[in-house]
């Protein structure tokens, strides 16, 4: 079945500085890649996502790339604000979501 | 707010008990996912359900079942409970099956004492 390795587990940066959380996949048929933002005590959103036939993806100040060769992907966040503080997961599915374990992104002030 | 209904939000039981965690997905949505999430696994698929039929199984344990009603609403039971099922289990729906954005409800708690 499908892996996904997400790095790094913890990541700790600077009010406007920007942050990226790199996922690596197993399963070369997997074609949909979200990106999840889970507060706590809250369910996952959804806050971006791509599809294998795009290698990148742009919301604001979040934007998502995909390499489907290296079977990489990222979320960068630009300008982070307090806000963004959060555990952040990505995916990939060929039909069901695998899971990351996860990136704790602590904003300081 | 997602849209997607989860009751009960938290759940205190005794090992050895059985347990139904319910879920209503957005308005519209035909398929249903559940989720258990714990501290050191993540968040692990368990089954998906589809317009009342079974789609794909994760890492569901035997004591563990799930259905999807005819109205799409969709029940977990958990059975024969252990310590090791404590988690917050999280219920997902989508318009459709296959590769397609998938929203979470608020998770039910379960402790296990």
């Known amino acids: 079945g499908e892996n996904v390795e997400q790095h790094p587990s913890t990541l700790s940066v600077q009010e406007g500085d920007s942050a990226v959380i790199k996922c690596t996949y197993s399963d070369s048929a997997s074609n949909y890649f979200p990106w999840y933002k889970q507060e706590l005590g809250k369910g996952p959103q959804l806050i971006i996502d791509i599809r294998s036939n795009v290698g990148e993806k742009k919301d604001q100040r979040i934007a998502v790339t995909l390499n489907k060769t290296a079977k990489h992907f990222s979320l960068h966040i630009t300008e982070t604000q307090p806000e963004d503080s959060a555990v952040y997961f990505c995916?990939?599915?060929?039909?069901?979501?695998?899971f990351g374990k996860g990136t704790h992104l602590i904003i300081q002030p | 707010d997602s849209g997607v209904t989860q009751t009960p939000k938290h759940l205190i039981t005794a090992t050895g008990q059985r347990v139904t965690l319910r879920c209503s997905p957005r308005?519209?949505?035909?398929?249903v996912y559940w989720y258990q999430q714990s501290l050191d696994q993540g968040l692990q698929f368990l089954i998906q359900?589809?317009?009342?039929?079974?789609?794909a199984k994760g890492n569901i344990l035997e004591r563990f079942s799930a259905q999807q009603f005819p109205d799409l609403h969709s029940e977990l039971n958990l059975s024969s409970l252990e310590l090791g099922d404590s988690a917050l289990y999280f219920c997902?729906?989508?318009?459709?099956?296959?590769?397609?954005?998938?929203?979470f409800g608020q998770g039910t708690r379960l402790t296990v004492v």
């Open positions: 997902a729906s989508s318009p459709q099956t296959g590769n397609t954005e998938a929203f």
């Open positions: 359900y589809y317009n009342g039929e079974e789609r």
């Open positions: 308005s519209g949505d035909l398929s």
């Open positions: 995916a990939a599915s060929r039909g069901g979501l695998t």
